[in-house]
């Protein structure tokens, strides 16, 4: 059986005393695209960096994060730079604050090139053209500072940042974010050509729920910090188990059905410092029973790679 890209086991973040992710699981496989869904403040921003080490030291992390079999808390930061934009990148939610405001898009983009490829600084600003080209830039906005470029422009410019040494891994935050439909188009066949063409595996973070069933071969749902449904897209998507998960579709806008009230997900996550006894869903659940409040479930098989974190799961239509 082939070893996955990435394989997070029990993985908790604390502030303090407050755990903002709680013992999350989830496998990235080679060349497969694993879409991690949620609310804001669900944990998924702060899970994707705690798997690059990109959290600030007050953050307490435990469990196990693993990138093809090297576990990354045990590396030495010397050995995370050599791996952080060639073998793993991330497209970061805000690009504005991630790009150096006092240099020129082209040469972080080539930077970024030859640090770890090393092909020459011609090559790499020769290479730097094609990427941005292929990210519907022209070539010749290379020599723009970031905040000469609309937001839209800085994010496809990260996007290709984040493509120009075809990781193994690709961690993307919300990468369609502020972009209109055509651009968000563009940059999904960009990872979707750089997934096919180099078989980069890619953890996609989005609201998006069209991004996730076009793109995504599994999700993985969190809720206040807590998997509590996985399993492949088009289970869940067509017979989600969980109830937030089939809140969370109930609120998509639908094309191929008739037109009917979008229904929202009634009150506000929990806050972490003060979590609800039992299921942390349970206070905005329309399936909650008294044991609900008393326990908190496991995450449980239900079908082939479906697992859902609930007492009383969604039935399913026959």
């Given amino acids: 059986m082939t070893d996955p890209v990435l394989s997070v086991r029990d993985l908790t973040v604390r502030f303090g005393e407050v755990a903002v992710v709680d013992k999350v699981g989830l496998d990235v496989m ?19 960096r705690a798997v690059m080490r990109l959290l600030p030291r007050r953050a307490a992390i435990s469990g196990s994060v693993r990138l ?64 941005l080209e292929s990210v519907g830039i022209a070539p010749a906005r290379a020599r723009a500072f970031p905040h000469e470029l609309s937001g839209g422009m800085r994010q496809r410019a990260m996007t290709a940042m984040a493509v120009a040494n ?16 055509t651009v968000q188009d563009q940059v999904m066949q960009l990872m979707r050509d750089l997934n096919q063409s180099s078989g980069t595996a890619i953890l996609l973070i989005t ?7 076009s ?37 998509v806008p639908r094309l191929d059905q008739p037109a009917t009230r979008l229904v929202a997900i009634s009150g506000q996550p929990p806050d972490p410092a003060n979590p609800p006894s039992g299921c942390m869903f349970q206070p905005r ?27 009383r799961p969604v039935e399913v239509a026959a």
């Fill in 207 to 213: 609201h998006n729920i069209a991004v996730v069933a």
């Fill in 215 to 251: 793109l995504c071969s599994r999700l993985v749902v969190l809720y206040a910090g807590r998997v509590v449904e996985d399993g492949p897209t088009a289970d869940l998507l067509s017979a989600p188990r969980h109830p937030y998960t089939t809140a969370l579709l109930r609120s």
């Fill in 68 to 131: 093809l079999g090297e576990d990354i808390g045990a590396m030495s930061e010397r050995r995370l730079r050599a791996l952080r934009g060639s073998v793993v990148s991330m497209i970061f939610q805000d690009p504005m604050t991630s790009f150096d405001p006092v240099h020129r898009i082209g040469a972080q983009i080539a930077e970024a090139i030859t640090v770890h490829a090393r092909p020459g600084w011609r090559k790499a600003t020769k290479r730097v053209g094609s990427l």
């Fill in 285 to 311: 659940c329309e399936r909650a029973i008294a044991r609900c409040r008393e326990a908190e479930p496991p995450l449980g098989a239900v079908g082939a790679g479906h697992h859902v974190r609930c007492w």
């Fill in 30 to 48: 080679p060349g497969e695209i694993v879409g991690l869904v949620g609310e804001s403040g669900s944990g998924k921003s702060v899970t994707a």
């Fill in 166 to 181: 075809g990781p193994a891994l690709m961690i993307a935050d919300e990468p369609t974010t502020a972009l209109d439909v």
